[in-house]
T-cell receptor
Framework: GQSLEQPSEVTAVEGAIVQINCTYQ??????LSWYQQHDGGAPTFLSY????GLEETGRFSSFLSRSDSYGYLLLQELQMKDSASYFC????????????FGKGTKLSVKP | ETGVTQTPRHLVMGMTNKKSLKCEQH?????MYWYKQSAKKPLELMFV???????ENNSVPSRFSPECPNSSHLFLHLHTLQPEDSALYLC????????????????FGPGTRLTVL
């Protein structure tokens, strides 16, 4: 079946830039989403890429390259509150809207 | 607050108990989902209801039984669970699409932390 790979942990300091990569399997793939989940909280939607290129939403940007089966989430001007787990999720054909999630990347932002 | 509520937030049950998890969405969505989240594993899609019809059942054991009486409510009935079923159970909802080629953003509830003794 489909699976998505992302690093398990990333550590960065306040004010820095961090990039979280995600690779995915291409069969039936139609788009890549990113979700944020704070400890004890619910996953919340951050961004979606259906086409190649960069999507920017404030301090967060997401990128997709279909030819490389790869995407990333870029977080700029890191703040302590950005410490959370970040999940990439691939949209795959079949039933509408179904997502296959990666295992998540735990981001720790240090002072 | 995402507009999706789940009750209870925490549940401890024995292997012979029967319990139900409840999810309610106030977003006017037409699709609802159950996910299981275990430590160090990806979110696992369990069930999907689209316009009240079950459209996905990802090889979930029969000890988990979903019910969707209307587009705003979703239940997960639990019986004779195993300790390995202990996890965070997340409900989500989305607009629901008629096409399988575009993304339907999902909104998650806070989850029910289930412990099976």
């Amino acid at each position: 079946g489909q699976s998505l790979e992302q690093p398990s942990e990333v550590t960065a300091v306040e004010g820095a830039i961090v990039q979280i990569n995600c690779t995915y399997q291409t069969s039936g793939f139609y788009g890549l989403s990113w979700y944020q989940q704070h400890d004890g909280g619910a996953p919340t939607f951050l961004s979606y890429n259906a086409l190649d290129g960069l999507e920017e939403t404030g301090r967060f940007s997401s990128f997709l390259s279909r030819s490389d089966s790869y995407g990333y989430l870029l977080l700029q001007e890191l703040q302590m509150k950005d410490s959370a787990s970040y999940f990439c999720a691939g949209g795959y054909g079949g039933s509408q809207g179904n997502l296959i999630f990666g295992k998540g990347t735990k981001l720790s932002v240090k002072p | 607050e995402t507009g999706v509520t789940q009750t209870p937030r925490h549940l401890v049950m024995g292997m012979t108990n029967k319990k139900s998890l409840k999810c309610e969405q106030h977003l006017g969505h037409n699709a609802m989902y159950w996910y299981k989240q275990s430590a160090k594993k990806p979110l696992e899609l369990m069930f999907v209801y689209n316009f009240k019809e079950q459209t996905e059942n990802n090889s979930v054991p029969s000890r988990f039984s979903p019910e969707c009486p209307n587009s705003s409510h979703l239940f997960l009935h639990l019986h004779t669970l195993q300790p390995e079923d202990s996890a965070l159970y997340l409900c989500a909802s989305s607009q629901g699409l008629t096409s399988g080629s575009s993304l339907d953003t999902q909104y998650f509830g806070p989850g029910t932390r289930l412990t099976v003794l």
